[in-house]
């Protein structure tokens, strides 16, 4: 089992950046594939990034080029850099892992059948 937890959410202006970072604990983290959700009030979660054991990253379309994400398998953290943020951004953003060497397995991305996840951080962007 691998336990989750995050940090790094708050209150920004619109144009500005925030980085997320979510700590693994237990299972060996390089073995991971992790993933980052975000979810709005009304709105279903969504992936929004992943990045695999080997620093290969995903991205939605609606933050390609503004959000990084990366990993340190020595820290055992991952990391979401959020750069030129939007209203639209606004949201619970959550860290998840998944058992998946080359990528978040459907099963997770599509369904949420993730084998962990972090609490959640608030994230808000103001116009």
């Known amino acids: 089992q691998v336990q989750l937890v995050e940090s790094g959410g708050g209150l920004v202006q619109a144009g500005g950046s925030l980085r997320l970072s979510c700590a693994a604990s237990?299972?060996?983290?390089?073995?991971?594939?992790m993933g980052w959700f975000r979810q709005a009030p009304g709105k279903e979660r969504d992936l929004v990034a992943a990045i695999s054991w080997n620093s290969r990253t995903y991205y939605a379309t609606s933050v390609k080029g503004r959000f990084t994400s990366t990993r340190d398998n020595v820290k055992n953290t991952v990391y979401l850099q959020m750069n030129s943020l939007k209203p639209e951004d606004t949201a619970v953003y959550y860290c998840?892992?998944?058992?998946?060497?080359?990528?978040?397995?459907?099963?997770?991305?599509?369904?949420?059948?993730?084998?962990?996840w972090g609490q959640g951080t608030q994230v808000t962007v103001s116009s």
């Open positions: 237990g299972r060996t983290f390089s073995n991971f594939t």
């Open positions: 998840a892992a998944d058992r998946s060497p080359v990528g978040l397995s459907a099963s997770c991305a599509n369904h949420g059948r993730c084998d962990a």
